[in-house]
């Protein structure tokens, strides 16, 4: 049995291993884009437990919760899930202004998106952006470039980011 059980561990970790060699800002990849930006990392030791995201511990709604696995797990209504449906479907943001194109996936929800309605709330939830980005300010609360997968990876777990429920 624990043969078994080894062996289903090592082929579930596999699925992740080849999901890591994928970035989610060039692929339209559900897999990777949950590894890169939402996952909860494996322990070294393959012993121990898996661990379960933090939010599902929170006292919170069934609605707000629903809301926050449906955007970690891609199951929401940005552009770049909805095209997936829509065979010709863009996957441009619709809500920014000005010429530039820019992907509506999740980082740019929480990051880049310069729509008013989010910019408030980045602004309402300031002090959970400045330590992360150097350039997020009141009068610039939007990222103008792609940061990191990693940093988006220590980002979004803050002990008390309020603001991703919201999403
Ligand atoms: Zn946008």
Not at 124 to 142: G, M
Request: charged share 20%; hydrophobic share 40%; proline share 5%.
């Amino acid at each position: 049995m624990q043969e078994v059980t080894a062996d289903l561990k090592h082929r579930m970790r596999g699925v992740w291993r080849n999901a890591e060699l994928v970035d989610p800002n060039t692929h339209n990849n559900k897999l990777a884009t949950y590894h890169s930006w939402f996952a909860i990392p494996f322990s070294r030791n393959e012993r121990m437990p898996i661990n379960v995201p933090r939010y599902l511990y929170l006292d919170l709604s069934k609605h707000v919760m629903r809301n926050i696995s449906r955007f970690r797990l891609r199951a929401h209504t940005l552009k770049v899930e909805a095209a997936a449906w829509h065979g010709d479907g863009s996957c441009v943001c619709d809500q920014c202004p000005g010429e530039d194109e820019h992907v509506q996936n999740e980082v740019h929800a929480l990051l880049i998106c310069q729509d008013h309605r989010v910019c408030e709330l980045r602004k309402h939830f300031s002090f959970l952006f400045t330590p992360f980005f150097e350039d997020f300010s009141a009068a610039q609360p939007f990222l103008l470039q792609q940061v990191n997968n990693q940093l988006v990876h220590d980002f979004l777990p803050q002990q008390n980011n309020r603001f991703f429920l919201f999403f």
